[in-house]
Structures are given as C-alpha cells and as structure tokens.
C-alpha cells in the first residue's frame, strides 16, 4: 500500500528577507510584500499539485475558479505570517490561521459578482504566487467604492459599521448588484470603473508573499486571455 506523506517542515523561507511595505494610496492601510519568500517554491508547487481540488459551479456567487481547503501546516510560512500580521498591520488575531489552494483560469464561465472586488472574513490575509516566471500575469488590485466613498467593509469586525453611511451606501449596491446578477466570464476588465476606482496594484511574480488588511477591497486581476494552458496557482492564508 502506497501512503502520499507531506513533510511540511520541508517548506522553508529563506533566511534574508527584505520587507517591503506600501501605503494602499486614499487609505492608511499597508500592504507587505515580500519577494523570493520561499527557498523551495517548486517543492510547494509540487505539494499543491497532488491536492484535490474542488471546481465552484459557474451558476454559483463567489471566487470563481478551483479551490483545495488544506490541513496541512507549513509552520515557518504561519509562523511567519503571524509575526508580520502582529508586527506591521496591528490586526491582533486569535492565532487561527486557514490555508487553501486557489487556481483561477481566464475567460472561465463564472457569475459577474464572482469578478468583483471583495473582502474576507478574517484580519489579515496573504497569498504566496506559485507560477513560473513564464506563466505569471496580472496581480493583485485594490480599490475604492465610490459611491460609498469606502475602501473597506468591516462589519465582520465591528458591528457599529453598519450605523454609517458609507455601509447603507454599500449595502444597497450589493442588493441591486445581487439582484441583476449573471453569467459571464472571468475578466477583470469587466470590473466598472465608474463605480470601483483601482488604487493600488500588486504585480504577481514567481514566489512573491503579498500580505493585506483582508477587509480592503481587492480583486485578483485577470484578463480573459490568461491562464489557459497553465491556470495561475497561489497559497492563500486567512488569518483570524
């Protein structure tokens, strides 16, 4: 009998690291990013390779694309993680951390909510890109809603949000959006300008670490033409 065995601890980030941050502009919110993270990106690629993953049905609202929750514990990337979520955003978490897989393909059908700028349900979140360099195109966005003249939505974390004026703005585009909801394709170019202003782009290169207030508004861009032969793969890590 054969047993696939994942020794985590084999996943190591190099020893010098050299930090960046960056002020999301219109905000005072930071982004930390890091490049050449982990000193074996490929044997991470190859971990998330033999992952099962599971297809989200186009007809349904969410991230469009293949996810694959995962138990597994990459200890120096958590523990790591932690130290700068603590150290650099000052979002103080319970020391829950959840880690999935994400593959997203260009011009795949989805729902047009499923292309919009969103947040997580957590503190801090990160995202480790694991394309070759050949194969890495577009990013990470983040943007303002004008209407609501907001760049985040925070009522996960503080219920007295939805006493302002920027969260009753918001929320009556998300039901007039939810309502005239339908089928597309993933193409961030689809995302309207006139009521989502992009501030801040983070480009996708080969083993960066991007990590972000997860309660900003943000987006994976992607263009319809990406993505088809080898479909963009990272580490996501939501912190709690």
């Not at 978490?93 to 999935?100: A, I, T």
């Not at 303002?144 to 006493?163: A, G, I, M, Q, R």
Request: hydrophobic share 30%; with cysteine.
């Amino acid at each position: 009998m054969n047993f696939n065995f994942v020794d985590t601890d084999l996943i190591c980030i190099n020893d010098n690291l050299e930090l960046e941050i960056t002020t999301i502009p219109k905000t005072t919110h930071k982004i930390l990013t890091i490049d050449n993270f982990l000193k074996n990106p490929e044997d991470l690629q190859d971990i998330a390779s033999k992952q099962y993953f599971e297809k989200i049905p186009s007809n349904k609202n969410g991230s469009p694309g293949w996810i694959s929750i995962t138990n597994l514990k990459f200890n120096q990337i958590i523990t790591t993680a932690k130290h700068l979520s603590d150290n650099y955003l000052d979002t103080f978490h319970n020391n829950k951390v959840s880690l999935q897989f994400n593959l997203f393909q260009g011009g795949m059908p989805c729902k047009y909510t499923s292309i919009l700028p969103h947040v997580d349900q957590s503190l801090s979140a990160f995202q480790i890109y694991l394309n070759n360099p050949e194969d890495c195109h577009g990013g990470t966005n983040f943007y303002k809603h004008l209407e609501s003249e907001s760049t985040v939505n925070v009522e996960y974390l503080d219920p007295d949000f939805k006493k302002t004026e920027s969260y009753y703005k918001f929320n009556k585009y998300v039901k007039e959006i939810s309502q005239n909801n339908y089928n597309t394709i993933l193409d961030s170019r689809q995302i309207d300008s006139s009521i989502w202003e992009p501030i801040h782009h983070v480009e996708m290169k080969p083993n960066r670490f991007v990590m972000y207030p997860s309660y900003v508004f943000h987006s994976a861009y992607i263009e319809k033409e990406w993505y088809k032969e080898i479909k963009r793969i990272g580490l996501v890590g939501f912190l709690k």
